[in-house]
């Protein structure tokens, strides 16, 4: 065993990151179900093989990464972060973004007295139009249109509203 008394997993790794072997360090992450760390490896021999002009292996990278669902495996740990946030709105563009469109309605219809009182534009929209009111659905895009025409974005977190610049939380851009 080596001096660092580090594990055989530990070292396997080290020796991958000194050789820049980001591949397969990302699908070693991938078999140890650490996806994120497998996309963020994979990512920079991605970088890598574009600055030095070699899309083509760039792309079988892409590819390799695509064939192991790991954009879906993001999205579902970001949706469990949404969940524990009670992030409605980013839970809901997450089951859009994962195609789990009769989930979505689910979600919507679960949340309804939660959306309705929030005054988020957009999740009233979604809401309406789940609802099938026609008439509260002409009034959220109202709603929505409004918002958009009243509120211009300056900055991070920074809006102008009535010619006053006002700081908004993240993501709260659709609960003016």
């Known amino acids: 065993m080596p001096k660092c008394g580090c594990s055989t997993k530990e070292r396997y790794i080290k020796d991958l990151e000194s050789n820049a072997q980001w591949v397969d360090l990302g699908l070693f992450y991938h078999d140890l179900g650490e996806d994120g760390l497998a996309v963020k490896f994979m990512c920079y021999d991605i970088i890598e093989k574009i600055d030095s002009g070699n899309i083509y292996s760039a792309a079988l990278v892409f590819k390799e990464m695509v064939k192991r669902q790991l954009l879906e495996s993001l999205l579902f740990a970001a949706l469990t972060e949404a969940r524990v946030n009670n992030d409605l709105w980013k839970q ?85």
Do not use: C, P, W
Not at 114 to 127: M, P, R
């Open 92 to 176: 809901l563009r997450i089951l859009l973004e994962l195609n789990q469109h009769s989930e979505a309605i689910k979600f919507l219809l679960k949340h309804k007295e939660e959306i309705e009182s929030s005054h988020n534009v957009l999740l009233s929209y979604f809401l309406t139009t789940v609802l099938g009111d026609e008439r509260r659905k002409v009034e959220a895009r109202k709603n929505l249109a409004r918002a958009l025409r009243e509120v211009q974005i300056i900055g991070i977190n920074k809006v102008m509203i009535d010619g006053k610049i006002v700081e908004i939380e993240k993501g709260s851009f659709f609960n003016l």
